[in-house]
Each structure stands twice: as structure tokens, then as C-alpha cells.
């Protein structure tokens, strides 16, 4: 089953940056529209980024734009979030998903692959 692998949390200082990497493991037969969300402690998921197939289309949400700044692989079911400027409200598990299409609602996604782990970023002096 094809899975999907979040990396690069950890904890940094307020103003800090950290970069994180979504890699696919197996094989995909397509490109997918790709997403990060984030799941604050006590919070529901939340929308951080999004970008299409392409990569010539991105979108963030209200409270990473600026700060954050999606990428993706041409080729592959890869892709990576730039977060500068931290702020202890960045604090999350960060969790990447594909749609089949250029999508910044949840539901779009988990369906063609399942849900990670995440990876945790916690920022705080």
C-alpha cells in the first residue's frame, strides 16, 4: 500500500524556520494535487498549503501566508514546506495528503492515500 512519510519537525525557537519533507513510498501511477495541514494540540485539522499538479498554483491559509512556502517535486509525489518566522502558534503535528485535484478542503483528501504519521514541530523558547 502506497504510504505517505512526513519529516523535519522538531523543536525550534520562536522566529526560527525548520523545512519539511513529504515523500511517497511505492508507486503512484499519477501526479496529485498535494497539501499540508497541521492538528494543534486540543484542535482539529487545519489547512496550511496546498499546490497542483504542476506546481504553477499555490494557495495558503490566512495564518502561514507570508511565513510559509509550499514546493514540490516535477516529477513525483513529493513536496516540501518552508516555514520561516515560527510562532508558538505554528505549534502542530504536520500532516501531508494528496487529492486528485488543486483542492484546499480536507475532505478532498486521505481518499486516493491514506493518512500519515505526521511529524511534529514545536516552537517555543
Known amino acids: 500500500q502506497v504510504q505517505l512519510e512526513e519529516t523535519g519537525g522538531g523543536l525550534v525557537q520562536p522566529g526560527g524556520s525548520l523545512r519539511l519533507s513529504c515523500k511517497t513510498l511505492?508507486?503512484?501511477?499519477?501526479?496529485?494535487?498535494m497539501a499540508w495541514w497541521r492538528q494543534p494540540p486540543g484542535k482539529e485539522r487545519e489547512f496550511v498549503a496546498a499546490?497542483?499538479?504542476?506546481?504553477?498554483?499555490?494557495s495558503y491559509g490566512d495564518s502561514v501566508e507570508g511565513r510559509f512556502t509550499i514546493s514540490r517535486d516535477e516529477d513525483e509525489n513529493s513536496a516540501w514546506l518552508q516555514m520561516d518566522n515560527l510562532a508558538p502558534e505554528d505549534t502542530a503535528v504536520y500532516y501531508c495528503?494528496?487529492?486528485?485535484?488543486?483542492?484546499?478542503?480536507?475532505?478532498?483528501?486521505?481518499?486516493?492515500?491514506?493518512w500519515g504519521q505526521g511529524t511534529q514541530v514545536t516552537v517555543s523558547s
Open positions: 495528503n494528496v487529492a486528485p485535484f488543486y483542492s484546499t478542503y480536507d475532505t478532498d483528501y486521505g481518499k486516493i492515500i491514506p
Open positions: 499546490i497542483s499538479r504542476s506546481g504553477s498554483r499555490t
Open positions: 511505492g508507486r503512484t501511477d499519477k501526479k496529485y494535487g
